[in-house]
């Protein structure tokens, strides 16, 4: 087995920020990679100011802040992640945009790196085929946000060996988290069954049975969740549901994974939820407003 000590994260990102703000505070030394310099900046910027949010509520101590951000380096030429001893990617919700990746990195990585994805809903299976490491190769699904959540789920694919499998619990476990197999298919567990629930509610939405405010109120006190789907919906990214119900749509071809039209809309016109400042509520003004 593979003794982890370094993780290279590919993708500077909310998920990606996430990781390499949690993978940090375990202990362990992180490169973390974007094609954008403005992203790589944004991103380090982004897990300083998280870091100092759990400062300030007393999650994390200053000098535990203070080593976490000592651990963490920018890495601007995907090569320098080829040396690390794990190397997870976490790029946007598409399939060959993460195998083009794969496919970029397996050039430049030791013979003993261990190659993870962190998609939420695509096959780990076709994935690991376009590496030289199948066996290697493992799905580390992080929930969102990844410092706060406690879940990670842990998908082989056909061909990943019982040592790979074996290291990415541990590693997952030495971060503090818990966490659950899941097998090769569409969505895995968490996405299989809250991505439709979110698609379910814009269907309701267009369907005119409730506004956006009734939808989610409805669903906050009357199931407790805590937070409604449509305002989850805009918290994980528009587009993000469309590609997981997307997948699950074509891989399972069943109906009932349709992306509903209203969700398409959304998309199309770039209104992506929280990051794009619009989505099921307005964010640019205090308080988030519904927009319909």
């Known amino acids: 087995m593979v003794q982890i000590k370094s993780v290279g994260v590919i993708g500077a990102g909310q998920m990606g920020t996430g990781i390499a703000h949690v993978v940090a505070l375990g202990g362990y030394d992180v490169l973390l990679h974007d094609v954008s310099a403005e992203r790589l900046e944004a991103g380090m910027g982004l897990i300083h100011r998280n870091l100092t949010r759990q400062v300030t509520r007393g999650i994390v101590t200053q000098d535990q802040m203070d080593a976490a951000l000592a651990r963490i380096k920018p890495a601007p030429e995907l090569q320098t992640i080829g040396g690390a001893d794990l190397a997870i990617e976490a790029a946007t919700e598409n399939e060959e945009t993460k195998k083009a990746i794969f496919k970029a990195l397996g050039p430049h990585l030791s013979e003993t790196t261990l190659l993870a994805s962190n998609t939420s809903s695509i096959s780990i299976t076709r994935l690991a085929a376009a590496t030289d490491r199948p066996d290697r190769f493992i799905g580390l699904h992080f929930m969102n946000p ?31 988290k818990t966490t659950a197999n899941a097998e090769d298919f569409p969505a895995f567990i968490v996405n299989r069954v809250l991505v439709p629930m979110i698609n ?25 969740h805590p937070m ?16 997981i119900m997307n997948v699950l749509y074509e891989g399972l071809a069943d109906s009932k994974y349709r992306p509903c039209p209203l969700l398409v809309k959304y998309v199309e016109a770039g209104w992506l939820g929280r990051k794009a400042g619009r989505g099921f509520y307005d964010y640019r003004g205090e308080v988030p407003v519904p927009t319909r």
Request: charged letters at 20%; aromatic letters at 6%; proline letters at 4%.
């Open 228 to 243: 409604g789907p449509l305002e989850l919906g805009d918290f994980i990214g528009l587009d993000t549901v469309l590609s």
């Open 200 to 224: 379910e509610a814009i269907y309701t939405l267009y369907e005119g049975v409730g506004t956006v405010d009734a939808i989610d109120t409805a669903m906050k006190l009357g199931a407790n």
């Open 146 to 176: 990844a410092p706060l959540m406690k879940l990670v789920e842990i998908i082989r694919g056909i061909a990943t060996g019982p040592d790979t499998y074996e290291t990415a619990v541990l590693f997952a476990q030495s971060l503090g």
